[in-house]
């Protein structure tokens, strides 16, 4: 008998357990029972019962921890040690319950966090294993402080997930960090993934995407979430958008059913870097994008997020109802695109750059339908701060309103912004020729990192611009 299936002696259970993909689906357990956790290391120590550290469990072959570990009961908890667990692939279950997750939790026993190590590579994108899919329904599962490589994908989710927490993860080389996939309906909201918090994940290294979500997901919260796409030596897989929420994209469904796009999420305090893209053959564009949400996405909050680097848009979004508070965006083709309604408020775009392709450069760029404000931001850089694409709209009408900001080129004068941008309170002028000497606590420079506070608007300048200090 495995040992790690005997339980600890305080835990009556009426029914055998099994563990299936790493979460914890019990058919027959009395919700009374009290919660355990259960311990696990490459290699057993001790009594092998897997009841604490010092009798840790060893885990099982890579195909064998579907038949191998126990089922996890509401509240429980698998602990998993120090060391190197390969191509190993975890299946879908039923979850835990609300207020007593199923959590999958990696700790530092001596050598780190657990290692979980696939074969995917970057030169073939397409192949590889997917280390945790979330099946339909499954809920309240927490996953936590796991370090994943080589991985077609970190995290899978099915649809009509509650709860979830993903908390902690370090990922690097794969092809997409964590897929939130679809299978809702508009009319029952119980088929929509929801309330779920992503928080303090790094990915690294990708070909495709850090985050993305495939429509029929809602009530997001994205917390602390760093994504390196890892620039052109990682571009093998067209394209990067590091994080990615694609709404409802299903083709050829009939108009009868209501599309299923994603909403109400928000992020804080996440950063965006290094997406590439270069056009194939016969075409000119080059994409490669930070922050991207689809046309039908809606309800999408940004607070003190950055962006750099990327081949095209540090954002480019196609949603509605957009905030951004406290934003940071430099070194992109254009810092912002916006194809929608979007406010900004104390935000700051600088030093855009052309790394490639068509297209010019610009701190904002608005299209199609676009309407944005902005109130008490920044632009800096010697580009254009607005490039307004409006097919078909009246040249007096007004696609930008910008309030208590400052709009500050280096070297080159301003140019007009005509009726399409409406300024008020709005300081415009060539660096050397500040009319209320130095403008910021530092001098302006491309390299900014976001970090501190060397762009913030010096008093002279009012409540003009941005300010890392209000945050």
Same mark, same amino acid.
């Given at each position: 008998?495995?040992?790690?299936? =005997?339980?600890?002696?305080?835990?009556?259970?009426?029914?055998?357990?099994?563990?299936?993909?790493?979460?914890?689906?019990?058919?027959?357990?009395?919700?009374?029972?009290?919660?355990?956790?259960?311990?696990?290391?490459?290699?057993?120590? *001790?009594?092998?019962? *897997? &009841?604490? #550290?010092?009798? /840790?469990?060893?885990?099982?072959? /890579?195909?064998? #921890? &579907?038949?191998?570990?126990?089922?996890?009961?509401? +509240?429980?908890?698998?602990?998993?040690?120090?060391?190197?667990?390969?191509?190993?692939?975890?299946?879908?279950?039923? !979850?835990?319950?609300?207020?007593?997750?199923?959590?999958?939790?990696?700790?530092?026993?001596?050598?780190?966090?657990?290692?979980?190590?696939?074969?995917?590579?970057?030169?073939?994108?397409?192949? $590889?294993?997917?280390?945790?899919?979330? !099946?339909?329904?499954?809920?309240?599962?927490?996953?936590?402080?796991?370090?994943?490589?080589?991985?077609?994908? /970190?995290?899978?989710?099915?649809? !009509?997930?509650?709860?979830?927490?993903?908390?902690?993860?370090?990922?690097?080389?794969?092809?997409? *960090?964590?897929? @939130?996939?679809?299978?809702?309906?508009?009319?029952?909201?119980?088929? %929509?993934?929801?309330?779920?918090?992503?928080?303090?994940?790094?990915?690294?290294?990708?070909?495709?995407?850090?985050?993305? %979500?495939?429509?029929?997901?809602?009530?997001?919260?994205?917390?602390?979430?760093?994504?390196?796409?890892?620039?052109?030596?990682?571009?093998?897989?067209?394209?990067?958008?590091?994080?990615?929420?694609?709404?409802?994209?299903?083709?050829?469904?009939?108009?009868?059913?209501?599309?299923?796009?994603?909403?109400?999420?928000?992020?804080? $305090?996440?950063?965006?870097?290094?997406?590439?893209?270069?056009?194939?053959?016969?075409?000119?564009? #080059?994409?490669?994008?930070?922050?991207?949400?689809?046309?039908?996405?809606?309800?999408?909050?940004?607070?003190?997020?950055?962006?750099?680097?990327? =081949?095209?848009?540090?954002?480019?979004?196609?949603?509605?109802?957009?905030?951004?508070?406290?934003?940071?965006?430099?070194?992109?083709?254009?810092?912002?695109?916006? #194809?929608?309604?979007?406010?900004?408020?104390?935000?700051?775009? +600088?030093?855009?750059?052309?790394?490639?392709?068509?297209?010019?450069?610009?701190?904002?760029?608005?299209? &199609?339908? +676009?309407?944005?404000?902005?109130?008490?931001?920044?632009?800096?850089?010697?580009?254009?701060?607005?490039?307004?694409?409006?097919? *078909?709209?009246?040249?007096?009408?007004?696609?930008?309103?910008?309030?208590?900001?400052?709009?500050?080129?280096?070297?080159?004068?301003?140019?007009?912004?005509?009726?399409?941008?409406?300024?008020?309170?709005?300081?415009?002028?060539?660096?050397?020729?500040?009319?209320?000497?130095?403008? @910021?606590?530092?001098?302006?420079?491309?390299?900014?990192?976001?970090? !501190?506070?060397?762009?913030?608007?010096?008093?002279?300048?009012?409540?003009?611009? @941005?300010?890392?200090?209000?945050?």
């Amino acid at each position: 008998m495995n040992p790690y299936l =005997t339980l600890p002696r305080n835990r009556n259970r009426a029914a055998a357990l099994i563990f299936c993909g790493g979460f914890a689906v019990l058919s027959a357990l009395s919700s009374s029972l009290d919660a355990a956790d259960f311990y696990i290391l490459s290699d057993a120590k *001790g009594s092998g019962d *897997g &009841s604490s #550290w010092e009798n /840790a469990s060893a885990a099982p072959a /890579a195909d064998g #921890w &579907s038949a191998h570990i126990s089922k996890l009961a509401p +509240g429980d908890t698998l602990r998993i040690g120090s060391g190197t667990y390969p191509k190993v692939k975890f299946g879908s279950g039923k !979850g835990g319950a609300k207020g007593s997750p199923v959590t999958l939790l990696g700790e530092d026993t001596g050598g780190g966090l657990p290692v979980f190590r696939g074969s995917w590579t970057k030169e073939k994108p397409a192949s $590889g294993e997917i280390l945790c899919s979330v !099946g339909i329904g499954a809920s309240f599962v927490t996953i936590k402080n796991l370090r994943v490589e080589n991985y077609l994908a /970190a995290v899978v989710t099915l649809g !009509g997930n509650e709860g979830l927490v993903i908390s902690g993860l370090d990922v690097k080389d794969v092809r997409m *960090g964590v897929i @939130f996939k679809g299978n809702a309906r508009a009319d029952d909201p119980k088929t %929509w993934t929801r309330d779920v918090l992503v928080e303090n994940c790094t990915f690294k290294g990708f070909t495709k995407s850090a985050l993305r %979500w495939e429509g029929g997901n809602r009530d997001f919260r994205i917390v602390d979430c760093h994504g390196d796409a890892g620039g052109k030596p990682y571009a093998t897989d067209p394209f990067h958008m590091v994080y990615d929420i694609r709404g409802d994209q299903r083709k050829d469904l009939p108009s009868i059913i209501e599309r299923v796009h994603d909403t109400n999420i928000t992020f804080v $305090g996440c950063i965006a870097r290094n997406a590439w893209h270069e056009a194939p053959k016969g075409k000119n564009y #080059w994409n490669g994008d930070g922050f991207v949400a689809e046309r039908g996405v809606s309800k999408i909050t940004f607070i003190d997020c950055m962006a750099f680097d990327c =081949t095209d848009g540090g954002w480019d979004l196609k949603a509605t109802d957009v905030v951004f508070k406290g934003c940071v965006a430099f070194r992109n083709k254009r810092n912002y695109r916006i #194809w929608g309604q979007a406010s900004f408020e104390n935000c700051i775009a +600088g030093f855009p750059i052309k790394r490639g392709g068509s297209g010019g450069t610009a701190n904002i760029g608005v299209y &199609s339908k +676009g309407v944005i404000t902005l109130d008490r931001c920044t632009l800096v850089g010697d580009v254009a701060p607005f490039d307004i694409e409006v097919k *078909g709209a009246s040249p007096d009408a007004t696609h930008v309103r910008v309030s208590n900001s400052l709009i500050v080129s280096i070297d080159r004068e301003l140019p007009s912004f005509g009726k399409q941008v409406q300024a008020t309170d709005t300081a415009q002028f060539t660096f050397a020729k500040a009319p209320k000497g130095p403008v @910021f606590a530092a001098a302006p420079s491309a390299d900014w990192d976001g970090r !501190g506070t060397v762009f913030d608007a010096l008093p002279a300048y009012g409540e003009r611009g @941005f300010r890392r200090s209000v945050q």
